[in-house]
């Protein structure tokens, strides 16, 4: 074991270059980086960071969809939504656990979220209008949302990466539940075609800002995936996914919003037309159509459920005393 580095008269620990030189051979011998290892304080950050902006969107994430679980058009289609939307507080839970290994806890965390510290995706900011926003939700974010994710399976930081694996695997079955509503509407009516088409204009462009800014604007990548917790830089994911998506709009006959997408083949990939920028961090930043109803309503459930958490507490320490009177 390498010491982390040297602890001055104050108590405070200066990172020295043989404990991040030691720390960067594991990471490029591709061992796993568990929670009681020594790891630079930036890469705990990191994590933290970005483990809790993908917990906070998966439970963001669950309501725009909640809000349609009441107007699903059958009852299967119910029982599949009702389902979703579960597995994604579930997948919340395991990322808040994931992150509560490097010493946050989920307080600081929600806390962060409801002050407008902390960040959830840019695209549980968009309305979902129609019913068809359900099928185009997990055709095109789920879709990203796999894209992005399968190679957070293999993130340096252990319990990162196990949670992502069963996440994927239940990405990969809305993914299809979205894609197979959308594919029944292309084959309805024309009102149906028209809703599909419709839904797949408004959520295509915010769908491509998911992956995050160009490369060259996107401040935390170039360290990232040096520390092997990102493996593709945004751009390269945001091409696989378009690459992906573009034969699956034309097998529904759905047309993708971009007069400018063109398979280009020196690069073996599409071209795209500009992203809109300012829209992104417009919305990051707060001013996105539903940004402040997401927020009240995260905060209200948080105050709502002050007596759950108390009660659970006050079980938990009566059984702490319990167990210490009988030893
Ligand atoms: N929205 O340096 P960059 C889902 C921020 S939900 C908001 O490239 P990084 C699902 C970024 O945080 C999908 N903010 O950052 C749920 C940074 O700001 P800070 C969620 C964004 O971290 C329910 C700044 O911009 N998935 O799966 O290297 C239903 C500069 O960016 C966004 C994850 O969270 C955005 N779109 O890369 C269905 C996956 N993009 O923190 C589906 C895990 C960037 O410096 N996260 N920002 O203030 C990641 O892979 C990475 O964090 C990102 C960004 C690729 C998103």
Redesign the pocket.
């Known amino acids: 074991m390498y010491s982390q580095g040297l602890i001055g008269a104050d108590g405070s620990t200066e990172e020295t270059q043989e404990f991040l030189d030691a720390f960067q051979k594991r990471i490029d011998a591709e061992e796993k980086i568990e929670p009681n290892d020594p790891m630079p304080e930036g890469y705990r950050r990191t994590l933290v960071?970005?483990i809790g902006?993908?917990a906070h969107?998966?439970i963001v994430?669950m309501l725009p969809e909640g809000n349609w679980i009441t107007r699903a058009p059958s009852l299967r289609r119910k029982a599949a939504l009702l389902a979703k939307v579960q597995d994604?507080g579930g997948h919340g839970l395991y990322l808040y656990s994931a992150a509560e290994t490097l010493g946050v806890s989920r307080e600081q965390m929600t806390e962060e979220l409801l002050s407008g510290k902390a960040?959830y995706?840019?695209?549980f900011n968009y309305p979902t209008l129609s019913w068809a926003d359900m099928g185009t939700?997990g055709w095109l974010?789920?879709g990203a949302?796999i894209m992005?994710?399968i190679p957070?399976c293999r993130c340096s930081f252990g319990p990162y990466a196990r949670a992502m694996i069963r996440v994927c695997k239940e990405e990969s079955f809305h993914q299809r539940q979205g894609y197979e509503i959308v594919m029944y509407l292309a084959r309805g009516t024309k009102e149906q075609r028209d809703m599909a088409q419709d839904s797949l204009n408004r959520w295509w462009w915010p769908s491509l800002?998911?992956?995050?800014?160009h490369d060259a604007d996107?401040?935390?990548?170039e360290q990232?995936m040096e520390w092997k917790i990102?493996r593709f830089s945004?751009d390269a994911l945001r091409q696989k996914f378009i690459d992906a998506t573009v034969p699956q709009a034309e097998f529904l006959g759905l047309t993708l919003p971009d007069p400018d997408l063109k398979w280009n083949d020196e690069k073996g990939g599409y071209d795209h037309g500009p992203i809109d920028w300012d829209e992104f961090w417009r919305v990051?930043k707060g001013d996105g159509v539903m940004n402040r109803d997401r927020v009240k309503a995260r905060k209200k459930a948080w105050d709502d459920g002050a007596w759950v958490r108390e009660a659970a507490l006050a079980h938990a320490v009566k059984r702490e005393a319990r167990m210490q009177a009988a030893e």
């Open positions: 960071r970005q902006q993908h969107s998966e994430g994604e960040k995706s840019s695209i939700i974010v789920d949302a992005n994710q957070l800002m998911m992956f995050g800014p996107s401040a935390h990548s990232s990102k945004n990051v």
